[in-house]
């Protein structure tokens, strides 16, 4: 199975603020890789796939970059709805595999 | 609107069953590749379970392998968890979901799967011990 790990597990960040998460597989994916925001007691809401095909209706402040292992999530300027925890998800093979999540608040 | 809205959850004894239904509407149900993802309490998500568009092929995690079954009934746009010998480490959130796919093959006998980009709310299943 591919192993997903991600860092930071949380940040804290500021209205404005640039945050970057970054996601490893243990193996590579490719660009078969999906980024998810969830909110407590909401179900997760997906950003972007394909490493970084941004998904409809979602803010151009969100971005995704890499290939193989290694992967970023970039939130440039922060907004207060932003504040939730970030998920990446392989597509390569399965069983797909998410990421323990990144946690972002104040 | 493109919604997916999930039954079916609640409390069972441990080595119980229970099916969940997740109900479809707004997209061509029968065209998509299904999953469930479930979510323990206060923990990440886990994939349990995807059918491929034409049903044919369906795929598990280890964890639920031999006692979970994916199916749907295209004639009434669900999808079904039937989920037998059920353990306490089952409790979660049962996530329905759609998956963004497409032929991997000009015969699609093989699909890419890229994410899951409609979910449900969520039904609760408590396994109690």
């Known amino acids: 199975d591919i192993q997903m790990t991600q860092s930071p597990s949380s940040v804290s960040a500021s209205v404005g603020d640039r945050v970057t998460i970054t996601c490893r597989a243990s193996?590579?994916?490719?660009?078969?890789l999906a980024w998810y925001q969830q909110k407590p007691g909401k179900a997760p809401n997906l950003l972007i796939y394909a490493a970084s095909r941004l998904q409809s209706g979602v803010p151009s402040r969100f971005s995704g970059s890499g290939s193989g292992t290694a992967f970023t999530l970039t939130i440039t300027s922060l907004q207060p709805e932003d504040f939730a925890t970030y998920y990446c998800?392989?597509?390569?093979?399965?069983?797909?595999?998410f990421g323990p999540g990144t946690r972002v608040d104040v | 609107e493109v919604q997916l809205l999930e039954s079916g959850g609640g409390l069972v004894q441990r080595g119980g069953s229970l099916r969940l239904s997740c109900t479809a509407s707004g997209f061509t149900f029968s065209s998509f590749a299904m999953s469930w993802v479930r979510q323990a309490p206060g923990k990440g998500l886990e994939w349990v379970s995807t059918i491929n568009p034409t049903d044919r092929t369906t795929y598990y995690a280890d964890s639920v392998k031999g006692r979970f079954t994916i199916s749907r009934d295209k004639s009434k746009d669900t999808l079904f968890l039937q989920m037998n010998s059920l353990r306490a480490d089952d409790t979660a959130v049962y996530y329905c979901?759609?998956?963004?796919?497409?032929?991997?093959?000009?015969?699609?006998?093989?699909?890419?799967?890229?994410?899951?980009?409609?979910w449900g709310q969520g039904t609760t299943v408590t396994v109690s011990s």
């Open positions: 193996q590579g994916v490719s660009s078969w």
């Open positions: 998800q392989q597509a390569n093979s399965f069983p797909f595999t």
């Open positions: 979901t759609k998956e963004i796919s497409s032929c991997a093959t000009i015969s699609c006998n093989n699909y890419y799967y890229y994410a899951m980009d409609v």
